[in-house]
């Protein structure tokens, strides 16, 4: 049976895609956290003032908001709630490119990671928050979720580090991204920890 607003069922619609990320700020960070993700995004302030502001980097109107609201707190790292959001990239060189440019704005990584299904690059933002930037490593869902489900990922969700600076040279030396883009299998791993 199909649902309707007659008999809706219980399951759920299904959103069309993930629309946008608002993030709170402190008033005294707000500039810092729209300069930041206009430069990490490569992106253009829709509209701003001194309490909000709007970004994009494609067709959609914002996909990043910030918003000053008096009282905030400093990010608690210890905290439970949100830990990042992330954004996918075409291509190893395109994520590799990003890398190089963010790095010449002061942005850095603080962790690389091949998980298997993405080759991923983390970044904090000025307020601690985590941005995943990542390509995807097979050419299709079902690819992926048939590695999700493999006993090399049950042994290791996590994934394989690496350094930037390798994958660069990878690339320039001509090697394939389907080839990169394989994890290495070095067996369990537990969740990392990072110094905030």
């Given at each position: 049976m199909t649902a309707n607003l007659?008999?809706?069922?219980?399951?759920?619609?299904?959103?069309?895609?993930?629309?946008?990320?608002?993030?709170?700020?402190?008033?005294?960070?707000?500039?810092k956290m729209v300069d930041f993700y206009a430069t990490f995004l490569s992106a253009t302030?829709?509209?701003?003032?001194?309490?909000?502001?709007?970004?994009?980097?494609?067709?959609?109107?914002?996909?990043?908001?910030?918003?000053?609201?008096?009282?905030?707190?400093?990010?608690?790292?210890?905290?439970?709630?949100?830990?990042?959001?992330?954004?996918?990239?075409?291509n190893l060189n395109?994520?590799?490119?990003?890398?190089?440019q963010r790095?010449?704005?002061?942005?850095?990584?603080?962790?690389?990671v091949n998980h298997g299904p993405t080759m991923s690059m983390y970044y904090?933002?000025?307020?601690?928050n985590d941005i995943e930037t990542q390509v995807d490593s097979f050419e299709t869902a079902e690819k992926a979720t048939a590695f999700?489900?493999?006993?090399?990922f049950a042994e290791n969700p996590i994934g394989v580090d690496f350094v930037p600076e390798d994958l660069i040279k990878r690339l320039e030396a001509g090697e394939s991204e389907e080839k990169i883009l394989v994890r290495e299998n070095i067996g369990p791993r537990g969740v990392p920890t990072f110094d905030e």
């Open positions: 007659s008999n809706p069922g219980a399951q759920v619609v299904k959103p069309i895609r993930l629309a946008h990320i608002v993030l709170k700020t402190q008033p005294s960070n707000f500039k302030v829709s509209y701003e003032n001194e309490y909000i502001a709007f970004l994009s980097y494609d067709s959609e109107h914002h996909r990043v908001a910030i918003l000053a609201m008096p009282d905030i707190t400093p990010r608690d790292p210890k905290s439970a709630g949100l830990l990042h959001f992330a954004f996918t990239f075409a395109d994520l590799a490119l990003g890398y190089l790095k010449a704005n002061g942005i850095t990584p603080y962790w690389c904090h933002d000025p307020d601690g999700m489900v493999s006993k090399e």
